[in-house]
């Protein structure tokens, strides 16, 4: 039987991904693997045939041996643009040399294609909307080992014949979002914030632009990725074409949850503006920006109501703590 692999299946995007591909292509099965540091064995749909591996310092020959790897999506990251700079050899172990490890595999076992989630954080700062022939400009360790990687990918496709796919996704949310982590993701910041009485909490005053993206939308044109002719050594930006401030969004969701109140924190280094042109991802992956920010926020919201109390993820020591935010401080 034909296989797809996917690191990180344990999180959104992966879990996700896992259950569009089960129900809508079932002529696939899905192996899934994940360390399960920063999603939850309950997200992974029960077809999945389940590895329980690290990426960075696991042996993957084992899940490619039999030969019946078509298709591999690199998920696995942990994506804390604000943070890496205080977790950086964390950081590019857990991006840069994961994603080299899953590279060896692909080429050694003669994978059909790569795809591979970067971040709109390898532009940085520029003039948005930003499209593909920008040239990134990053401006945190998370975003330059998210370039450094794309780097890798296609010098991997010039020299060994590794078909890959790129694909930006940026600020995606929805279900099975890890609501727990108190470093990223800050809708999902703001739904445990609600949930446990506190106030959402705002960088600055919130006039950072984002273009927040439903999970649903991205599915269709994920598998796309993998499996489209057309979408063969592409980098492709995939989202929401409408930015929305944070600070809208943080009132926006404050009418979705029944009130709660702001508290402003200091401001940190940041990009401001981060939102993208999407024709490539219209064109060749037939993306469609078809749910707007408050119903997606409806739909997560109620979701998030139903999760178990989990204990919320912190760092006990940083590798660097000059200069670390008062927000993150103990």
């Known amino acids: 039987m034909k296989q797809i692999l996917i690191t990180g299946v344990a999180g959104m995007i992966g879990s996700r991904m896992a259950e569009y591909i089960l129900k809508q292509y079932p002529e696939f099965e899905v192996i899934g693997v994940d360390n399960l540091s920063g999603g939850y064995i309950e997200n992974i749909p029960e077809k999945v045939r389940f590895h329980q591996l690290d990426v960075t310092t696991d042996n993957l020959d084992t899940l490619f041996e039999n030969g019946q790897v078509e298709y591999v999506y690199h998920l696995a990251a942990y994506a804390a643009e604000g943070l890496s700079p205080f977790i950086r050899c964390f950081n590019y172990q857990n991006n840069l040399v994961a994603t080299a490890n899953v590279v060896n595999a692909c080429i050694k076992y003669n994978v059909k294609r790569l795809v591979f989630t970067s971040s709109m954080a390898v532009y940085g700062i520029g003039t948005p909307p930003f499209n593909e022939i920008h040239q990134p400009n990053p401006v945190d360790p998370y975003g330059v080992a998210k370039y450094a990687c794309e780097m890798d990918i296609q010098i991997a496709g010039d020299q060994?014949?590794?078909?890959?796919?790129?694909?930006?996704?940026?600020?995606?949310?929805?279900?099975?979002?890890?609501?727990?982590?108190?470093y990223r993701n800050v809708l999902g910041i703001w739904m445990y914030q609600k949930l446990n009485n506190e106030a959402f909490t705002v960088i600055g005053q919130g006039k950072q632009k984002r273009a927040f993206t439903y999970i649903e939308d991205c599915l269709e044109p994920l598998f796309k990725a993998a499996t489209s002719e057309k979408a063969s050594k592409q980098i492709i930006n995939l989202g929401s074409s409408t930015e929305t401030s944070v600070i809208e969004a943080a009132k926006l969701l404050q009418e979705i949850v029944g009130g709660s109140a702001i508290e402003h924190l200091e401001e940190r280094h940041e990009v401001i503006n981060a939102y993208s042109t999407h024709e490539k991802a219209k064109s060749i992956l037939g993306y469609v920006d078809q749910t707007n920010l408050k119903d997606g926020l409806l739909i997560m919201w109620e979701w998030a109501k139903q999760q178990p109390k989990r204990e919320r993820k912190e760092w006990d020591t940083y590798e660097l703590d000059k200069g670390l935010y008062g927000f993150w401080k103990k």
């Open 160 to 182: 060994h014949g590794l078909d890959w796919c790129i694909v930006r996704p940026h600020n995606v949310y929805g279900q099975h979002q890890n609501i727990w982590d108190k």
